[in-house]
Nanobody
Framework: QVRLVESGGGLVQAGDSLRLSCAPS????????MAWFRRAPGKEREFVAA????????YYRNSVKGRFTISGDHAKNAVYLQMSSLKPEDTAVYYC?????????????????????WGQGTQVTVSS
């Protein structure tokens, strides 16, 4: 089975930057769509960002556009979520996910059902 391990979460101040990493147990970046989701306490899971297997396509939720960047590094077999200008509302547990299906074009908060593999999550807390 494919395992995804996230890292890089932590406690930061509003306006700071943070980079999350996702390390798959297998080399799946070339065959899977990779994405990040997040879930805050008491709230439903939210889609954050996704990138196609080729890295040529990306999609973001509106609230993170211009602030977050998803990318993959095939040589390092890792996926990243570079977050800048962090806001308190970004506070959540962030999850890495992989979908063996093709690029869907657009993704929303209910897209989690499309993903086959999930990481354990990493906590991101942004203070005011």
């Amino acid at each position: 089975q494919v395992r995804l391990v996230e890292s890089g979460g932590g406690l930061v101040q509003a306006g700071d930057s943070l980079r999350l990493s996702c390390a798959p147990s297998d080399r799946i970046l070339s065959t899977h769509t990779m994405a990040w989701f997040r879930r805050a306490p008491g709230k439903e899971r939210e889609f954050v960002a996704a990138t196609s297997s080729s890295g040529g396509n990306t999609y973001y939720r509106n609230s993170v556009k211009g602030r977050f960047t998803i990318s993959g590094d095939h040589a390092k077999n890792a996926v990243y979520l570079q977050m800048s200008s962090l806001k308190p509302e970004d506070t959540a547990v962030y999850y890495c996910a992989a979908d063996r299906g093709g690029w869907r074009g657009t993704y929303g908060d209910y897209a989690g059902r499309l993903f086959d593999y999930w990481g354990q999550g990493t906590q991101v807390t942004v203070s005011s």
